[in-house]
């Protein structure tokens, strides 16, 4: 019984180690398969916003030319810088009166301002609010400023005094080729984010920071148009309404600290990434894009979408996890059934299934090591061969289940009377066997057989009856008395019969003839 748990624990520590093992692997290889798809998201959404970036600037170059080929526009407004303010307004209107109707079409296609200035950076004429004119922008458009200065288009994300939007700037030249102001081409940041499509989106907005927003941006339109954001503490979220509310697994996913605060991680590093969040059944990528002005990043894009590439993988680690430990269970169960079955078959081999003791072939296995190790230098071994006085007669009168039960309570005596390192053995019928090992006198084991005499000598109580038996015991020693097993315990064999002849219930240590 104790080598069959020895054995189950072995088994189960190997079993748990398997586990362990198994699902530390499976989470390797999902992980990686999630960061390389993070990282694919990333680069996706990079080429969507440089894609739709480029498409901005296409679509404003091709109307900063259409304005600059239109002859009736430049031959006005070269006339500007040298008119009257009286002659200024009439020009105003003139010009917005020629461009009224194109710049109502290039709002439809998602202009959200063509505004035009002169090279002191004043604003001349805005086409989506003709009566606000003539205010300084030099400390609010940059890309304006150095446009003016360089005499060369710039372009840039900048946060306005109302709004904020992707600028394209263009110099203006004169009939004779003079430069006579710049015009901006601007788009809003929300037109932009309606046409980074994706599948399953939950929410796209655009985060900016604060400093930036404060340094720019009149106080009275900061309230209506930004509120703070839940991905970092530095950035506000451009909104449309003021009724704006976050979405409920957005709310949720922030309540997480530790995901929080790797994006605030990031997002100071000013890096594109994504990452992965859980809501309920639910994966949802987030991914954050940094929107540069003329010299740093200042604003993010962030989308919010549901996986369900990550959703079916996820599936996909539960069950491959499930697969992986039902089978490793049930190879541990067939393992442990095996060792059980062996153990049982070795039982049946080796033990004698009446008294639990080792039989004659366990018994010789014992004594073959035994005598192995006295080779190498180890003390004397003896054998006690052990015959019942007496038994015949207990079968005889109270039958042999009063027998067996006396056999059984003789071998509890007999491993009572030994100690842990010898041997008891039962080799047949009425026979016990008994190996003492690690002696270094044959006195010692006459003291143990005389112990084994006593302890059988005592009464048994079998049925509610006294039985009294007796033993006959010879003693052979190893290498003294024999150098193989089968003589050592046909010596013992032997000085038994001789005791048994000589009076029973005693001992006859072994004696060589001369």
């Known amino acids: 019984m104790k080598n069959i748990t020895i054995k189950f624990y072995k088994h189960f520590v190997i079993f748990v180690f398997f586990i362990v093992i198994s699902n530390l692997f499976i989470d390797y290889f999902f992980k990686y398969q999630k960061k390389s798809y993070l990282a694919i998201q990333t680069e996706t959404l990079q080429i969507k916003y440089e894609t739709q970036y480029r498409y901005l600037k296409i679509m404003s170059n091709d109307v900063f030319l259409m304005y600059q080929d239109n002859k009736r526009f430049i031959h006005l407004f070269e006339q500007v810088e040298s008119a009257t303010i009286e002659q200024r307004d009439k020009i105003r209107k003139t010009i917005y009166k020629l461009l009224k109707k194109r710049y109502k079409r290039l709002a439809n296609m998602g202009i959200k301002q063509v505004q035009f200035y002169l090279p002191n950076n004043i604003s001349f004429l805005r086409m989506h609010e003709p009566t606000k004119f003539g205010d300084d922008l030099t400390n609010f458009r940059e890309s304006v400023v150095l446009t003016n200065s360089t005499h060369r288009a710039h372009e840039s994300f900048e946060i306005g005094k109302v709004t904020n939007g992707f600028r394209y700037v263009y110099p203006l030249y004169g009939s004779s080729k003079q430069y006579i102001g710049s015009m901006e081409i601007s788009f809003n940041s929300s037109f932009l984010l309606q046409n980074l499509t994706a599948k399953m989106v939950i929410d796209k907005n655009f985060l900016i920071l604060k400093s930036e927003v404060h340094k ?109 430990f039902s089978i490793i269970t049930l190879l541990f169960l067939f393992s442990v059934y095996v060792t059980v079955i062996h153990s049982e078959l070795r039982s049946m081999a080796l033990m004698d299934k009446l008294t639990g003791l080792p039989n004659r072939a366990y018994f010789y296995l014992e004594l073959e090591a035994e005598i192995d190790r006295v080779k190498r230098g180890r003390s004397n071994c003896s054998v006690l061969f052990i015959d019942l006085d007496g038994f015949k007669s207990v079968n005889d009168t109270f039958g042999h289940d009063a027998g067996d039960e006396l056999l059984i309570q003789v071998a509890l005596r007999l491993k009572e009377s030994i100690r842990e390192i010898d041997i008891v053995g039962r080799i047949g019928g009425d026979e016990f066997i008994v190996l003492i090992t690690n002696i270094k006198d044959t006195l010692n084991t006459a003291k143990v057989a005389r112990k084994i005499i006593d302890a059988l000598g005592k009464d048994f109580d079998i049925n509610q009856n006294k039985i009294q038996i007796g033993a006959s015991i010879g003693i052979s020693s190893y290498p003294d008395d024999a150098l193989d097993i089968d003589t050592l315990v046909k010596n013992a064999d032997d000085a038994m019969y001789q005791a048994k002849n000589n009076g029973k219930n005693h001992y006859i240590i072994y004696q060589k003839e001369d």
């Open 216 to 324: 720019n941006s009149w106080v009275d339109f900061i309230s209506d148009s930004y509120i703070d954001c839940l991905e970092h503490q530095d950035y506000f979220l451009a909104v449309k309404s003021l009724n704006y509310k976050f979405d409920p697994i957005i709310k949720n996913i922030f309540e997480n600290q530790e995901l929080t605060q790797d994006i605030k991680i990031k997002m100071d590093k000013k890096l594109s990434f994504s990452k992965d969040a859980h809501f309920k059944d639910k994966n949802i990528i987030i991914t954050f894009i940094p929107i540069k002005n003329l010299h740093k990043n200042i604003a993010y894009i962030s989308l919010y979408v549901e996986s369900e590439y990550l959703n079916r993988i996820s599936l996909e680690q539960t069950y491959i996890k499930m697969l992986l």
